[in-house]
């Protein structure tokens, strides 16, 4: 889209307006550990959720001009459609939004209601870990060591590496990556202990102005919780949590994951989500070379090749973080992807899309995201 480009007469933009407000969700109500590097027993007892409640600051850094983006254009219409009739269509609780880089426009399903984010909250905790390399505070190449202590649970591909001697040595940079591109859940709670924990994250999301966005109690205690269940180090072995989660009454499980559900702790609108995407893109968030650093990591993602990235046609590139919570069949929960699409004249568009809770198969699920990356590639103007 360009700026000179003709928006029609009056009576087309009232049309737009009511387009766009039928596509944007009504609001809805909105992870804690020491901030010393030595890993920490978890708090007793199950987690409260949290909410952002810190002062919020300027951001430091103002935004980057942007070439023929007309910073008040209006969307396609055709896209607001797209978006609105997947929304409606979908069976399941379903969150969208797009927006693109360098105009002030979203387009939005339910965009303002907060979803599970599970692994797409690893985000937010390289981003609070770059920031502090940005600031000195630490180092990308500085090492630590994992030791079974530090073990989480779920996907945690180090775990093999930590057993075969007890312990194992990584730098920080290969930890981020570990986690932003395998969704290494001990990779990433390491890097969260080093940030000074959830709070850290939470305080890094306020000064930059994003709101909307939790971040929870750490991987442990989220997902214990969520399955009905107070943590203990022993359920990072194997599949002992599996085996515990599999005693507990059906009901227990229900009530917990309805709890999960209702207000999760780890909850974000997918509006917000395309805003912090929009500024890390345009080096609001982070320094230029750190930005950098996590797009080019982002890039090398190899979970969810079957969701939105399924649908990008030939010469667009996605970057992204997928996010896949617990099931209780036939309930899945928490299946997610966010990332930005870029066209091939250079063009990019913050995407979101986030099931908070679905009882349809996983093609159906990608099928929808597929289908959001296609309507934006198909609605880009130049």
């Keep these: 889209m360009t700026s000179n480009k003709s928006r029609g007469g009056s009576a087309r933009l009232v049309l737009l307006m009511a387009a766009l407000s039928a596509c944007v969700g009504a609001p809805e109500p909105r992870r804690a550990e020491a901030a010393a590097a030595k890993p920490q027993k978890p708090a007793p007892g199950r987690p ?78 390289s981003m609070t870990f770059l920031d502090a390399v940005d600031r000195g505070k630490l180092r990308l190449a500085d090492t630590t060591t994992i030791t079974r202590n530090d073990l989480t649970l779920f996907h ?5 590496l930590v057993a075969q001697n007890g312990g194992w040595t990584s730098s920080y940079s290969d930890l981020m990556r570990r986690a ?45 919780a969520t399955a009905g269940l107070d943590w203990r180090q022993d359920y990072s072995i194997g ?32 509006a917000s989500i395309v805003q912090a995407l929009a500024k890390l893109k345009q080096n609001e ?10 797009l080019s990591i982002m890039s090398e993602a190899k979970t969810g090749p079957q969701r939105i990235k399924g649908g990008m046609p030939p010469g667009w590139h996605y970057l992204h973080k997928t996010g896949t919570g617990q099931d209780l069949p036939p309930r899945s929960t928490g299946y997610n992807d966010v990332g930005i699409m870029t066209a091939p004249d250079g063009t990019s568009y913050a995407v979101a899309v986030m099931i908070g809770s679905t009882t349809v198969s996983i093609p159906e699920r990608w099928a929808l995201m597929q289908g959001v990356a296609k309507a934006v590639a198909a609605n880009h103007e130049r």
């Design 48 to 125: 409260q959720p949290t909410t952002n409640t810190w002062p919020i600051r300027p951001v430091a850094n103002p935004p980057l001009p942007y070439q023929a983006v007309d910073q008040h254009e209006a969307p396609p219409p055709a896209l607001v459609n797209v978006v609105r009739n997947l929304g409606q269509s979908f069976r399941g609780k379903v969150g969208i939004a797009v927006r693109r880089i360098g105009s002030d426009w979203t387009v939005a399903w339910n965009g303002n209601a907060l979803f599970p984010q599970q692994s797409v909250s690893k985000l937010w905790v």
């Design 156 to 160: 945690q591909p180090t775990a093999a």
């Design 180 to 224: 932003m591109t395998q969704s290494d859940n001990t990779a990433n709670d390491t890097l969260l202990r080093a940030v000074g924990g959830p709070d850290a994250v939470r305080g890094f999301l306020a000064r930059r102005m994003i709101k909307d966005i939790r971040f929870g109690p750490g991987e442990r205690l989220l997902q214990s």
């Design 239 to 270: 599949r002992n949590f599996y085996a515990a989660r599999a005693k507990l009454p059906m009901s227990v499980r229900v009530k917990a994951l309805d709890n999960y559900l209702a207000n999760p702790p780890d909850g974000a609108a997918p």
């Design 285 to 294: 968030m982070l320094s230029s070379a750190s930005s950098r650093l996590l």
